[in-house]
């Protein structure tokens, strides 16, 4: 059975950080790719950043690009997003996802709310 839980979300003011962790199971981690995706009130679920099984190959959607940095630990199954220089419009709830046998798997969501 895959799980995929997120931790990390919370409430920080513009200009600041949050670094996102993605705890996995029921899977071969080192042999799955990583994303994280967020959905906005009213808008469509986002792609953010992806990450190669191995960790060498990173894609981030443009607007966060520079700002945020996925990463992976292989050896703990966890998968990280470190956000910098948070902007209103990156308030969402963030998921973490891979996929299994052609089957796509989401963890719970953390929210993330970027306000002053």
């Known amino acids: 059975q895959v799980q995929l839980v997120e931790s990390g979300g919370g409430l920080v003011q513009p200009g600041g950080s949050l670094r996102l962790s993605c705890a996995a199971s029921?899977?071969?981690?080192?042999?799955?790719?990583m994303e994280w995706y967020r959905q906005a009130p009213e808008k469509e679920r986002e792609l953010v950043a992806s990450i190669s099984s191995s960790g060498w190959y990173r894609n981030y959607r443009d607007s966060v690009k520079g700002r945020f940095t996925i990463s992976r630990d292989n050896a703990r199954n966890t998968v990280y997003l470190q956000m910098n220089s948070l902007k209103p419009e990156d308030t969402a709830v963030y998921y973490c996802?891979?996929?299994?046998?052609?089957?796509?798997?989401w963890g719970q969501g953390t929210q993330v709310t970027v306000s002053s």
């Open positions: 996802s891979t996929t299994k046998i052609g089957n796509r798997y």
């Open positions: 029921g899977i071969i981690f080192p042999n799955n790719g």
